[in-house]
């Protein structure tokens, strides 16, 4: 064969096969474990919260004083199912509060960290983008927040306005929205100087626009993995707050309110304090575990 006869032959193109779907899957899962733990732990979680009404065994506000403190069991004698995670001091079954109390929780942390985040967000782009003393003003707000613990400063407005969900859900809106303030304006002051957010300004694109066109999207993978943070945050501040009667109402079935009524029991019925706390653990652990993953995921310095 001439070498004009090579010449035209054409090159065979290296056949590369597509990964099965399954093992896509795997190799995500053994490059992301603790990622996968936490998505997880989340998903079962919501899971919960959304399909309580289906997938709890019993009503969680029926009390049954022949079960007071039942130990967590399988069967009874009969063979038939009973209180897989135990009763509590008025026979309410544990596992049916625990999958409600799911709501309460995850309901004050995704509205609270909403809130937050608008606020957070709105102030972080005015005050980095136009500085001078719109930054100053913002950030001595900030700071006048940051000096009153949160704790002290929510069980005062407790106190004096009364208890009740929606109550913690805007003293955390209202509260941490600080957080999301400073991350932004910090990374706006950044982004505010690269060279096509000054080419925006050179055609004459308005303020409103480069925001909203240029700056706002890059810094949405800081604010999602902070607000999946304080959903952490936001849901062991819940159970505290419930736990020392200033949260959510004592009718209403709640992680922290079940370890408040638990305590009188912890060395003769343990149950009844320790599966509520593993609840709170697992479901803390998921979105902080998530969090550590989005952050890795989105962080281009995590990634040298």
């Known amino acids: 064969m001439t070498t004009l006869e090579l010449e035209k032959t054409p090159q065979q193109q290296p056949v590369t096969a597509k990964k099965p779907f399954m093992k896509k899957i795997w190799n995500f899962i053994k490059k992301n474990p603790a990622g996968v733990i936490g998505i997880v732990l ?23 004083l022949t079960s007071r403190l039942a130990p967590p069991s399988w069967a009874d004698e009969t063979g038939e199912s009973v209180f897989f995670l135990g009763a509590d001091q008025v026979g309410r079954d544990l596992l049916s509060r625990i999958i409600h109390g799911a709501k309460i929780s995850l309901m004050v942390g995704f509205f609270g960290v ?61 509260t941490y929205w600080v957080g999301f303030a400073r991350l932004i304006r910090g990374e706006v002051i950044s982004l505010k100087e690269q060279e096509y957010v000054q080419a925006a300004k050179a055609i004459g694109g ?49 992680w922290g309110g079940m370890l408040a009524d ?43």
């Open 42 to 64: 989340v998903v079962l979680s919501v899971s919960a919260a959304l399909f309580a009404q289906w997938i709890a065994p019993f009503d969680p506000s029926k009390a049954n």
């Open 206 to 254: 308005t303020n409103f626009t480069i925001i909203r066109k240029h700056i706002l999207p890059n810094v949405m993978s800081s604010i999602l993995v902070l607000g999946t943070m304080y959903i952490a945050e936001f849901i062991l501040l819940e159970a505290s707050l419930t736990f020392l009667g200033l949260g959510v109402d004592p009718t209403i079935p709640s």
């Open 114 to 174: 909403i809130i937050s985040m608008v606020i957070g967000t709105v102030l972080g782009l005015i005050s980095g983008y136009f500085g001078k003393w719109l930054d100053d003003f913002i950030m001595r707000i900030a700071d006048i927040q940051l000096a009153f613990p949160f704790m002290l400063f929510a069980i005062v407005i407790m106190s004096v306005l009364g208890t009740g969900i929606w109550k913690i859900i805007i003293i955390l809106g209202l």
């Open 262 to 304: 638990s305590r009188n029991y912890v060395t003769s019925a343990w149950w009844t304090a320790t599966f509520p706390g593993v609840a709170i653990m697992l479901t803390v652990l998921g979105f902080n575990l998530l969090g550590d993953w989005l952050r890795d995921r989105f962080d281009p310095n995590m990634k040298l």
